[in-house]
């Protein structure tokens, strides 16, 4: 069974720092490409970003909303992926949630994880 | 970038009736389109991709079509279960971009 498990989300200041990790399992790390998608609060879905896989080229896109801001990586000993986010604005207020990509559908997702920017 | 618009960002419908929501590109996108379901609380489902590909386990009343700018999702009709968000998605090779949503409401 596919299980995705985001965590590390939390309540941060403006202009702060908040890296949140993909815990995942139950298929071929290796091989995956993993996309972060958000959801304001009583908001639709953005999407943020994603990386491919090493054999692709660790290949990371970007949402124009978040880039020079965050960063996603990926430990493929721990078969997790990490949302690095730094320079938090408000708006950046989203549950974050990762999701595994199979020919560009985002098919298998996490519960998600809230993230608070606020003073 | 593209834009995907839909429409109606909110649909009241009975048990039964039938439902067709849409979704316009800002520019043709061929048929790079996925659509997911998403209820209070939880995270998103495919339910169609490439435009008019059922998702394995999703029920025969959901099916899509179109191609270009232009495409519908449409439930043959609605079930209790299928009150919910939905959008659509386009996708390319480096990025992706959702619609704003539908919310099917009960009538």
């Known amino acids: 069974e596919v299980q995705m498990v985001e965590s590390g989300g939390g309540l941060v200041k403006p202009g702060g720092s908040l890296r949140i990790s993909c815990a995942t399992s139950g298929f071929t790390f290796t091989s995956a490409w993993i996309s972060w998608v958000r959801q304001a609060p009583g908001e639709g879905l953005e999407w943020v970003g994603r990386i491919k896989s090493k054999a692709s080229g660790e290949t990371r896109d970007y949402a124009a909303s978040v880039r020079g801001r965050f960063t996603i990586s990926r430990d493929d000993s721990k078969d997790t992926v990490y949302l690095q986010m730094n320079s938090l604005k408000t708006e950046d207020t989203a549950v974050y949630y990762c999701?595994?990509?199979?020919?560009?559908?985002?098919?298998?997702w996490g519960q998600g994880t809230l993230v608070t920017v606020s003073s | 970038d593209i834009q995907m618009t839909q429409s109606p960002s909110t649909l009241s419908a009975a048990v039964g009736d039938r439902v067709t929501i849409t979704c316009r590109a800002s520019e043709s996108i061929s048929n790079s389109l996925a659509w997911y379901q998403q209820k209070p609380g939880k995270a998103p489902k495919v339910l169609i991709y490439k435009a008019s590909t059922l998702e394995g386990g999703v029920p025969s009343r959901f099916s899509g079509s179109g191609s270009g700018t232009e495409f519908t999702l449409t439930i043959s009709s609605l079930q209790p279960d299928d009150f919910a968000t939905y959008y659509c998605?386009?996708?390319?090779?480096?990025?992706?971009?959702f619609g704003q949503g539908t919310k099917v409401e009960i009538k």
């Open positions: 999701s595994t990509e199979y020919y560009d559908i985002l098919k298998y």
């Open positions: 998605q386009h996708y390319n090779s480096y990025s992706r971009t």
